[in-house]
């Protein structure tokens, strides 16, 4: 009789994970087996959310504490997962900030505003995505997912008769969701030579804190994860660098 081998786990690593959409990708990737990691700047609040999802569902979610800002904090769970894990299959560029929008208006925008949001919303995944590539090369199906916003599409934004031709002018959030979007691309090419896929995700307007001024959303935090999650576990013959809604692709 031959001994068969037991299935390799898969490791998930979630940016801004404690709360809202990125709590919910962490759920529902751990819901499908897979060992998450809850990325989260705030240690208590990692470690209260993953206790919460264990809780929940029995699932394997894990606390790391990841600032993505910080080029130590960033090194320290590069080096976690190796030493743990030694491969990271999922990496999931959740986390991000609005900023100020009082500071983001195109005629007195501040620029330590701009750059306090690029620093997380964009600065943060080059130094996120740059630490885990050699454990995502180490993966038979790596998958790196960016959360992005449809704001941050030129097509959209300019089109005046669309649903964002009504929301204010900004000069910090809206150009940081650019970039991420063309990020998403660069790094899709770098690594589609090596199996891995690279996408956008938009999970669309849900009731969260991060849309508390925004009024009569119905739309979950977890509707809007599913996006996410769907990229996440792409087949290999999935697509790569492109930016994907609830409803399929969404243009640059």
Not at 4 to 18: C, I
Not at 76 to 101: C, R, S, Y
Not at 154 to 182: E, I
């Amino acid at each position: 009789m031959t001994a068969t081998t037991p299935p390799r786990q898969v490791t998930a690593l979630v940016t801004g994970a404690n709360q809202g959409i990125g709590r919910e990708i962490a759920a529902q990737l751990a819901g499908l087996g897979m060992t998450v990691l809850l990325g989260a700047r705030d240690p208590r609040r990692g470690e209260e959310a993953a206790a919460a999802l264990r809780s929940a569902a029995g699932a394997e979610v894990h606390p790391i504490w990841l600032d993505v800002t910080d080029p130590a904090s960033v090194t320290a769970a590069a080096k976690h997962v190796e030493e743990q894990f030694g491969v990271l299959d999922v990496l999931v560029n959740n986390a991000g900030i609005l900023g100020d929008p009082a500071a983001q208006s195109a005629g007195t925008a501040r620029l330590e505003v701009v750059r306090e949001v690029f620093e997380t919303n964009v600065f943060g995944v080059i130094s996120v995505t740059t630490a885990m590539i050699p454990l995502l090369l180490r993966s038979p199906a790596g998958r790196v997912v960016n959360v992005t916003s449809g704001l941050g599409s030129l097509a959209l934004m300019a089109d005046p008769q669309g649903f964002f031709a009504r929301r204010p002018a900004s000069v910090a959030y809206v150009p940081s969701k650019t970039a991420l979007n063309s990020l998403t691309v660069q790094y899709a090419k770098e690594l589609r030579p090596h199996g891995i896929l690279v996408n956008a995700a938009d999970p669309g307007l849900c009731a969260t804190n991060f849309t508390r001024d925004v009024p009569g959303l119905t739309r979950t935090a977890a509707e809007g994860a599913a996006v996410a999650v769907r990229l996440a576990t792409l087949g290999a013959d999935g697509p790569t660098g492109g930016c994907f809604g609830e409803e399929g692709p969404i243009p640059w």
